[in-house]
């Protein structure tokens, strides 16, 4: 009897392993699917993209409606579209100011919001709950509520048509404080204090021991910066008209004339503005998804 109640189970159990291993390659295989969908929903329009600026501005859309697998290929191959881009339309000024723009970006607001991220996290002063929740306020805060007003001050103070007037708005900004702070808070208060005893400065501790830990949050936090003066577009076009300020987004627009539009330009002005963010984010991808996930868990 016992020996049939032994076996009995041994059944059951094989049973119920091989429903849970069919189970699992089920739910397997429709995840697999359902990412394979998703990436072509992705890939083919960009494969397009890249297609369509090696092609004759009337081809453009060819083969698109309807659509054939030979619109992911270039129709009479030139490169037109990426001379008149370079040499008539100037397109690398814009890129040349971008850049500068970005990385001056990147070092003085990097500067102010680490330094006030360290102070929100290791310094006690009265009030400093409610200025940190104002500071997570702002974030919530859409940039075209404060945009006219904002230019109506920088407008004021002559400041229209300048560099200053493109680096100085976007210096402070809550969510790369918000990540330094996050990130600080967990540095280990016993480095700092045995830092303080030997008589280090605070911007001694900073320098010397908090930033060379801050590795992962400080990468997240230029690509941040970089990528959001990259992709910036209405501001530059409001406050810095002058083409010589011009920058990569505004540039990319005026492939729009007045009665057509130059498609195999504005594609690949797209695909040089998508280039420079795809080189900088892949190598430093993990310190980046680390930076974020890392300082969003930190209490």
């Known amino acids: 009897m016992a020996e049939s109640l032994a076996v009995d189970v041994a059944k059951r159990q094989v049973r119920r392993g091989r ?39 009337d081809k453009v859309f060819q083969y698109v409606f309807p659509f054939s697998w030979r619109a992911l290929f270039p129709v009479d191959f030139t490169l037109e579209a990426y001379r008149s881009l370079f040499l008539e339309e100037g397109f690398t000024r814009p890129v040349v100011n971008t850049l500068i723009l970005g990385f001056s970006t990147v070092i003085l607001s990097g500067v102010t919001n680490a330094l006030a991220g360290f102070a929100f996290a290791r310094f006690d002063f009265r009030g400093k709950d409610l200025l940190f929740g104002i500071v997570l306020l702002t974030f919530m805060i859409p940039g075209e509520v404060t945009m006219i ?30 990540l330094f702070r996050q990130f600080f808070a967990e540095i280990p208060q016993d480095l700092i204090d045995a830092a303080r005893v030997d008589g ?45 300020l011009r920058v990569v987004q505004v540039a990319v627009s005026y492939a729009y004339e007045e009665h057509q539009t ?38």
Do not use: C, H
Request: hydrophobic content about 60%; overall charge positive; glycine content about 6%.
């Open 149 to 178: 007003p904002l230019y109506i001050v920088v407008s004021r103070l002559g400041l229209v048509n300048t560099w200053t007037v493109l680096i100085v708005p976007g210096l402070a900004n809550s969510l790369i404080i918000f």
């Open 262 to 299: 130059l498609w195999n330009q504005l594609l690949a002005g797209s695909i040089m503005a998508a280039f420079v963010p795809i080189l900088l984010v892949l190598p430093f991808q993990r310190y980046y998804v680390s930076g974020l996930v890392g300082s969003g868990l930190k209490e």
């Open 19 to 57: 429903l849970t291993i069919s189970r699992s390659v089920g739910q397997r295989t429709v995840t697999y699917f359902l990412l394979f969908f998703i990436s072509i929903l992705v890939i083919v329009p960009l494969m397009w993209a890249f297609a369509a600026s090696f092609t004759p501005n």
């Open 200 to 244: 280090a400065s605070w911007l001694k501790v900073f320098t010397s021991i908090v930033l060379p830990m801050s590795k992962p949050v400080l990468i997240t936090a230029s690509l941040l910066l970089f990528l959001g003066q990259w992709n910036s577009f209405f501001w530059p076009l409001l406050v810095a008209p002058d083409p010589r």
